[in-house]
């Protein structure tokens, strides 16, 4: 059965730092665009980044650029999103899922889903 599987949410101060990772069990993201969702209370889910694996080319939302990086690990069966100077509004939900060919903005286009992890950000 295909499973994504994030972890590395939790509370930290504004100006933390938390890692997010997403792994894969029942197939290898290779081949794969993985990308990093949220939804706030209250907010619609949108999404945050994704990455190409088969190119590496990476997108993010405006909100987190120069703050969060998206990255693979050499096993291609992990996806990361390092999230720096934390604030606030990046309070949520966060989720990991899989489109089978390319990044998409809409999450229509993502095949699998993980169960999310909390984020909360303390002002």
């Known amino acids: 059965e295909v499973q994504l599987v994030e972890s590395g949410g939790g509370l930290v101060q504004a100006g933390g730092s938390l890692r997010l990772s997403c792994a894969a069990s029942?197939?290898?993201?290779?081949?794969?665009?993985i990308a990093w969702f949220r939804q706030a209370p209250g907010k619609k889910r949108e999404r945050v980044s994704c990455?190409?694996?088969?190119?590496?080319?990476?997108q993010y939302q405006d909100s987190v650029k120069a703050r969060f990086t998206i990255s693979s690990g050499n096993a291609k069966n992990t996806v990361y999103l390092q999230m720096d100077s934390l604030k606030p509004e990046d309070t949520a939900v966060y989720y990991c899922?899989?489109?089978?060919?390319?990044?998409?903005?809409?999450?229509?286009?993502?095949?699998?889903w993980g169960q999310g992890t909390q984020v909360t950000v303390s002002s």
């Open positions: 029942g197939f290898t993201f290779d081949g794969y665009a």
């Open positions: 990455i190409n694996l088969s190119d590496g080319y990476t």
């Open positions: 899922a899989a489109a089978r060919i390319f990044c998409g903005i809409s999450e229509r286009e993502y095949d699998y």
